[in-house]
């Protein structure tokens, strides 16, 4: 019994691809990081880890469980553990509520305005893989739901709206936007085929990758303002650029092999990207106390 659990939940984590994880990770504790002005309390940085792993948990267990007729009609994505069968939805259902019920709580132990704004990213992660049905927008919207991450960790320690996370989340919000765009290149013809809405199936190939260059280059942008508003300055500032060199390489890496090379520019220049920014706020908060 308990080995056949196991089984089943090592297949949910690597449906969901839980490892990546990273990418929204050093996000989350950068806003906590600043607001925290250096080293957080350790029960916020707590339950700010448990909110955001359960709610990415959450978020593609629902984006799975909504999409797993699309995912069988897609030859990338035909392997899936919904799709093959190797998992119940019934199952992948549980999973996803236990995730929500854990973000709630989370979200509570967080503070009141956490937890009163917890129902819209919920709502938005659920409204999110139906949005590829009417309108190429579903990027930006992935992109604000994963942009939360710094904004939401600011609240957590401050209970308080400000401009400095926001910036950061906007720059996170074009980033996964931009990104995902990319990755959905792999998709454009299977998309219109099945009449699937996509900025690559939409406008085609070269608009994309123009597309996608505008909003990295405002993602570098909102992230040196958010900084520069938190008092970040030179160590910040180079790590922004360090990031900027990384972003440049993941295009340079589409223009060059299209989708042949789109791990390493999607996944490993991605997760670079997130801990270089990540790092230097550190450094600079650590540098100038």
């Known amino acids: 019994m308990a080995a056949a659990v196991f089984r089943k939940v090592k297949a949910f984590l690597e449906m969901i691809k839980f490892e990546h994880s990273i990418f929204a990770l050093p996000f989350a504790y950068l806003g906590l990081l600043i607001a925290e002005g250096g080293l957080p309390r350790g029960g916020v940085f707590l339950w700010v880890t448990i909110a955001m792993v359960s709610f990415r948990t959450l978020s593609m267990g629902a984006n799975r469980i909504i999409d797993v007729e699309i995912d069988a009609k897609n030859p990338?994505?035909?392997?899936?553990?919904?799709?093959?069968?190797?998992?119940?939805?019934?199952?992948?259902?549980?999973?996803?509520?236990?995730?929500?019920?854990?973000?709630?709580?989370?979200?509570?132990?967080?503070?009141?305005?956490?937890?009163?704004?917890?129902?819209?990213?919920v709502l938005l992660t659920w409204l999110y893989p139906w949005c590829k049905r009417f309108t190429w927008f579903s990027h930006g919207v992935l992109g604000i739901i994963i942009g939360i991450a710094p904004y939401g960790a600011w609240i957590a320690s401050r209970g308080e709206l400000s401009w400095i996370p926001a910036f950061l989340m906007m720059g996170v919000a074009t980033w996964i936007a931009g990104f995902d765009m990319i990755y959905a290149l792999q998709d454009e013809a299977v998309d219109v085929r099945q009449g699937l809405y996509s900025v690559p199936s939409r406008f085609g190939i070269a608009m994309t990758l123009t597309v996608t260059r505008i909003l990295h280059g405002a993602t570098i942008l909102f992230w040196l303002l958010g900084g520069w508003c938190a008092g970040l300055r030179g160590v910040y500032s180079a790590g922004v650029v360090i990031a900027s060199v990384f972003l440049v390489r993941e295009h340079w890496l589409v223009s060059r092999h299209g989708t042949a090379k789109i791990n390493e520019a999607f996944f490993t220049m991605n997760a670079v990207v997130s801990m270089v920014i990540f790092l230097g706020a550190t450094l600079d908060l650590y540098l100038s106390s």
């Open 76 to 121: 990338r994505t035909q392997n899936r553990a919904l799709v093959q069968k190797t998992l119940s939805r019934r199952f992948a259902l549980g999973a996803t509520l236990l995730a929500l019920v854990i973000f709630e709580y989370s979200a509570y132990r967080l503070g009141p305005l956490c937890f009163q704004l917890s129902p819209a990213p």
